[in-house]
């Protein structure tokens, strides 16, 4: 008897169900009335007394162990109907891989750029590395000119004439330097400024800075296609108002505001009341920039003008933290426009 009820022992733990039906047909035949284990009890009743003890015990164990299996394989069936079924059907369609987003600051750069292209703007790039000289020499920062800490920079210890560039606007330098007017280019990258971190603030950011230079360019070229920018970026109900402000490498200069299109210039907490937002820094390029790139200022004229993109996305999307820009959290990542 110990051996039949060994066997039925290693039949239970060897039992696999192709289909969770199998599981109750087991089921049936090993713990149901008329099932092998029911057999066995009554085999038990005419065993020998001393022989009672040990064969009980391992009836007993049989009994919890088969009953044990039997819920076991109910569980896994249930858990992966699903799955048994993906594999029968060969038909059904795949899963999509899920697609990335665009970053917003990515979004924003290139609605710039090609706001600007259709004014006849190309995009030039340069070095996020610079020297002193295209950051701030040529752009009219005379050495220990105080208007060098407008912008916290970055040097590099060993040698203080390296640093990382803190305006794009030394792209602009490089332009002014390898071509001949008239130029039109337009200036995204990437910048660097020592300050703190915090929701308004970073020590990495984005601009994208625009030249113009040719014969006669006037300021009220400049505030024209400052006009048409804001129109084409935040609507055709959009309007500017420049005030007076200084930059070394511009004069006159100004800082530039738009209309808020949150609450179309009556006033709310974005624009703390006033109904206008600061978007960006502009002016008639300084005669001694030209001059230092070679350019001769008495023929020629321009004007520049820089902003920042984390601004510009952050009016557009009503982004409240600097940081989120960063911070590359998928559920931030995932509200912008997809790749396709
Ligand atoms: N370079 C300036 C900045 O980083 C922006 C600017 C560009 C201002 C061109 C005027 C003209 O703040």
Redesign the pocket.
């Known amino acids: 008897m110990i051996e039949k009820i060994n066997d039925l022992l290693r039949r239970v733990e060897e039992f696999k169900p192709k289909a969770s039906a199998e599981i109750e047909e087991f089921r049936i035949k090993v713990l149901g009335k008329k099932g092998e284990l029911n057999a066995l009890l009554e085999e038990f009743k005419a065993v020998a007394p001393e022989m009672k003890r040990e064969l009980g015990q391992k009836l007993n164990q049989l009994k919890t162990r088969a009953l044990e299996r039997v819920n076991e394989l109910k569980q896994q069936a249930e858990q992966q109907p699903e799955n048994q079924k993906t594999v029968e059907d060969m038909t059904r369609p795949g899963s999509n891989d899920p697609l990335g987003t665009r970053h917003p600051i990515s979004l924003v750069r290139n609605e710039i750029v090609s706001i600007f292209s259709r004014l006849g703007y190309t995009v030039a790039e340069g070095p996020e590395i610079e020297d002193d000289w295209h950051v701030f020499s040529a ?1 009219n920062f005379p050495p220990e000119h105080p208007a060098r800490d ?2 916290d920079t970055f040097f590099i210890e060993k040698n203080p004439d390296i640093l990382l560039r ?4 030394s792209i ?1 330098v490089r332009t002014m330097e390898n071509q001949k007017p008239p130029i039109r280019v337009i200036c995204p990258g990437r ?1 660097f400024r020592n300050e703190a971190i915090s929701a308004r603030a970073h020590c990495i950011f984005h ?1 994208v ?3 113009y230079i040719d014969e006669h360019v006037s300021f009220a070229d400049l505030k024209q296609s400052i006009l048409y920018f804001a129109k084409e970026c935040f609507g055709e109900n959009a309007r500017i108002r420049l005030r007076p ?1 200084y ?1 070394p ?2 004069e006159p ?2 800082e530039v505001d738009v209309s808020c299109n949150l609450c179309g210039g009556k006033g709310c907490n974005v624009c703390k009341g006033t109904g206008w937002l600061e978007i ?4 008639m ?1 300084d005669p001694n920039v030209l001059e230092a790139s070679g350019i001769d200022s008495h023929k020629y004229s321009g ?6 993109v984390e601004r510009i996305a952050m009016l557009k999307f009503g982004v409240k933290d600097l940081r989120l820009y960063f911070e590359n959290d998928i559920r931030f990542l995932q509200q912008f426009e997809s790749v396709l």
């Open positions: 752009l407008m912008q803190t305006h794009t606007s602009q910048v601009q800075e625009g030249l402000s930059f490498f511009t200069s100004a960006m820094g502009c002016g390029v004007f520049a003008f820089g902003m920042g």
